[in-house]
């Protein structure tokens, strides 16, 4: 099938072309994110793979749709970034990769918490320096924390297991209990609970209608004072003014970021050489006990290879019988 690869990096074209030597797809890779301007760009292209950044609003599936797009390719598993109503009115499929190494991103939080929680970020450029000052560098350990999770898919019970190595006491918040959670020691108790007695905050829900700002001035209120927050899920989930003026308070000891409800204008390029205007991030930026790293929780050889390769597989499937058990649906909303 003729697929346009939109926001595509170098690891996109690597990844893809290696997978798709046993496929045989037609690939044409555009640097461009998909949007409302750019939208032309893929005419005539029966399949548009796209990723976290591109933007598919009613507008564009619209475009899309009249230009003979039948089938959208998310290349990773969250599809907040995409109007699921519009595309489905408009008789278009929207695949996608709902699982590729949970490992990744789990391990990638445990990497911002273990980052924050001994300071490793400030000693790194101490050190380089030639201070070997531990003034400011005490820190605290894992084990025997409390350590609060929402949302307890894949990629949540990955940390679970993970934590449970460390010694960590695990509470957890989602609407779905997961047996396998619960196998692992995790406690489910309400939101307000695990505020009220979490060291360490770790976010892995979706971003939907009842996650969006969930962490905002009325969830943090109720938090320990000095709690670590941990985001790798989706940079909305945290109401990001709230979270600022919780730093500076001294509610929030220890901020970890892997998503940020911006990105798209920050995320996956080189803009050392630019003055970035969003004032936000870069307040964020001046805190000391603030780390963030640009959406690379996913950023692993395993998991690379295991995007490409069901995206691929997902678009042979569609062309072969016009279904797909990857598809996003309705279901998937409620
Ligand atoms: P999953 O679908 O396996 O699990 C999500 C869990 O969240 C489900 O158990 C669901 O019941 C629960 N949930 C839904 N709404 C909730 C709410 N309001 N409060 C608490 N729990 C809620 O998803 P998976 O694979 O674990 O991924 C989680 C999220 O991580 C994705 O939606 C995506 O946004 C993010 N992600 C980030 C990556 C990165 O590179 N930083 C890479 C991959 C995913």
Do not use: W
Not at 1 to 17: E, G, N, P, T, Y
Not at 46 to 55: K, R, S
Not at 245 to 271: M, N, P, R, T
Not at 288 to 314: C, D, K, R
């Amino acid at each position: 099938m003729k697929v346009a690869i939109c926001s595509a990096q170098s690891h996109d074209r690597r990844f893809l072309s290696k997978a798709n030597s046993s496929f045989g797809h037609e690939l044409v890779f555009f640097d461009s994110h998909l949007n409302e301007e750019t939208r032309q760009m893929v005419a005539g292209f029966p399949a548009v793979c796209v990723f976290v950044n591109d933007t598919l609003n009613a507008a564009v599936l619209n475009t899309l749709s009249q230009q003979g797009t039948r089938l959208i390719a998310l290349r990773c598993a969250g599809f907040n970034n995409v109007d699921v109503k519009a595309a489905i009115k408009l008789g278009l499929h929207l695949v996608r990769v709902p699982a590729y190494s949970p490992h990744s991103v789990a391990e990638h939080s445990v990497a911002l918490m273990m980052t924050l929680n001994r300071h490793v970020h400030g000693a790194y450029n101490r050190v380089r320096n030639g201070n070997f000052s531990l003034e400011g560098l005490l820190g605290f350990e894992l084990r025997g924390k409390t350590c609060g999770i929402i949302g307890t898919g894949r990629i949540g019970t990955a940390l679970a297991e993970i934590l449970r190595g460390f010694g960590c006491k695990m509470v957890a918040h989602d609407p779905q209990p997961n047996p396998e959670c619960i196998r692992l020691g995790v406690e489910y108790v309400s939101l307000q609970q695990l505020y009220a007695i979490s060291d360490i905050i770790s976010l892995h829900c979706p971003l939907n209608q009842e996650s969006m700002h969930l962490v905002g001035a009325q969830a943090i209120a109720q938090m320990k004072p000095g709690v670590m927050l941990i985001n790798t899920s989706r940079g909305a989930v945290i109401d990001t003014a709230a979270v600022i003026a919780g730093i500076k308070s001294g509610k929030i000891g220890y901020l970890g970021l892997d998503v940020y409800e911006q990105e798209g204008d920050l995320f996956f390029q080189d803009l050392s050489n630019q003055v970035i205007q969003d004032d936000m991030f870069e307040r964020l930026l001046t805190f000391p006990n603030v780390l963030i790293t640009g959406h690379q929780g996913f950023f692993t050889a395993e998991a690379l290879s295991g995007i490409a390769q069901t995206t691929l597989e997902n678009i042979a499937l569609f062309e072969k019988t016009g279904r797909c058990q990857n598809e996003v649906t309705l279901e998937l909303l409620r």
